[in-house]
């Protein structure tokens, strides 16, 4: 809320009062008491669904990539209605739930948005497969691929994407960072996570389970 609009609600609860007799002076980041709402906290309500809702769904979800990628043949928006998800019910961004088994070629971790670089067992084709280790993750692949969240159930554009940030916290946090990446140079993987197609040939995903074979 901008300082404008909150000093024109401040003016009015004034003159309501006055009107009674009665003058209520409310601090700011205090509206809250006044009108019943309580602050959005998009930590606790990340943490409220991750494990029992999200997680879940995202393993029922997932198609193997080897078989997606093969079925594409080059056109990944070809698979949307099969297996995609859309950023605003049907329409925004593309994005699909994958999974599948890898060798880990190369870690980037000089960049913020580090990545490590995938040889993807059983496949040849041309697309680049990469899954995001931080410290930044870029996009919000898995909230925009979990069908329980929708933009009109929050307050404002705000909520909506600190869910994502906080989403991407527990990943950074529980799944994978630099540090753990650098080890699995040369290692077999499984993987689980979430991509948001784009014009560039690269699978970029953000996992949300990731173990050494």
Do not use: H
């Amino acid at each position: 809320m901008n300082k404008k609009i909150l000093s024109l609600m401040l003016i009015s609860i004034l003159i309501v009062t006055s009107m009674s007799g009665c003058i209520k002076v409310v601090k700011i980041g205090e509206e809250g008491k006044l009108t019943g709402e309580s602050e959005f906290n998009a930590g606790d309500n990340v943490a409220e669904f991750w494990e029992t809702e999200a997680l879940p769904e995202l393993k029922d979800e997932a198609v193997d990539l080897n078989e997606f990628l093969k079925e594409a043949a080059g056109d990944l928006n070809s698979l949307a209605d099969k297996y995609g998800t859309y950023s605003m019910g049907d329409s925004g961004e593309l994005s699909y739930t994958v999974k599948g088994t890898a060798t880990v070629e190369t870690v980037d971790t000089q960049s913020k948005a580090g990545t490590m670089v995938l040889k993807l067992d059983g496949y040849d084709g041309s697309e680049e497969v990469k899954i995001q280790i931080g410290t930044v993750i870029k996009g919000s692949s898995v909230r925009d691929s979990l069908s329980f969240i929708k933009f009109g159930d929050y307050t404002n554009q705000q909520d909506y994407a600190a869910v994502s940030q906080s989403i991407n916290d527990i990943i950074l946090q529980d799944v994978i960072n630099p540090e753990k990446a650098e080890e699995m140079v040369g290692k077999d993987i499984g993987f689980l996570g979430c991509f948001t197609v784009n014009d560039n040939g690269t699978v970029l995903i953000t996992p949300v389970e990731l173990e050494v074979n």
